[in-house]
T-cell receptor, first 116, second 119 residues
């Protein structure tokens, strides 16, 4: 079956703009998580969605938000972009709860965001 | 708070040889899962192996095996018969077990170890 699809693959934005990233999970996976990956901070958890509800949130400012649609596709939005938001944004889908550890998280190839 | 530490930023191994990547973690929980993920230049994180903390037996997946020392909070990855395709960033990750909601259901990653394989 198709893997986790993230679009776009690359994105260049100007400081102060906003951006929306998209993630389509594996068919049947109802849980979607987002992670930010930077050379300095490594991989940091942003948030997790299940059944259109945010279940879990990392320690990021309110400029970072997300949502999940009824088909489990998810979007994350970053408003008022800062230079420090330049990163690889990874999406991971899984079965909810125990299924995530039983069968693992499946990651997409990420969106590389560059803020100039 | 749980933390995961990978003390080797870079490692190198000769093709066909064996290499061990180190990982230590800190947690007050007794029941959790540990993972090793591989991230090649394609950027996609790929699950290599996982270990349940309540199982004493070390997990094995083909050429990949772990040495899980619960008391020492150590979780190393051994790659046998290294291949050129094993070259990648390797991340150790932790997740609490029994999560059905709340603030601890996410993966906590180490900073990674970059593995190079020499032909």
């Amino acid at each position: 079956k198709a893997g986790v699809t993230q679009t776009p693959r690359y994105l260049i934005k100007t400081r102060g703009q906003q951006v929306t990233l998209s993630c389509s999970p594996i068919s049947g996976h109802r849980s979607v998580s987002w992670y930010q990956q930077t050379p300095g901070q490594g991989l940091q958890f942003l948030f997790e969605y299940f059944s259109e509800t945010q279940r879990n949130k990392g320690n990021f400012p309110g400029r970072f938000s997300g949502r999940q649609f009824s088909n489990s596709r998810s979007e994350m939005n970053v408003s008022t972009l800062e230079l420090g938001d330049s990163a690889l944004y990874l999406c991971a889908s899984s079965e909810p709860g125990q299924g995530a550890v039983n069968y693992g998280y499946t990651f997409g190839s990420g969106t590389r965001l560059t803020v100039v | 708070a749980q933390t995961v530490t990978q003390s080797q930023p870079e490692m190198s191994v000769q093709e066909a040889e064996t290499v061990t990547l180190s990982c230590t973690y800190d947690t007050s929980e007794s029941d959790y899962y540990l993972f090793w993920y591989k991230q090649p230049p394609s950027r996609q994180m790929i699950l290599v192996i996982r270990q349940e903390a309540y199982k004493q037996q070390n997990a094995t997946e083909n050429r990949f095996s772990v040495n899980f020392q619960k008391a020492a909070k150590s979780f190393s990855l051994k790659i046998s018969d290294s291949q050129l395709g094993d070259a990648a960033m390797y991340f150790c990750a932790y997740r609490i077990r029994g999560y059905y909601g709340g603030s601890q259901g996410n993966l906590i990653f180490g900073k990674g170890t970059k593995l190079s394989v020499k032909p």
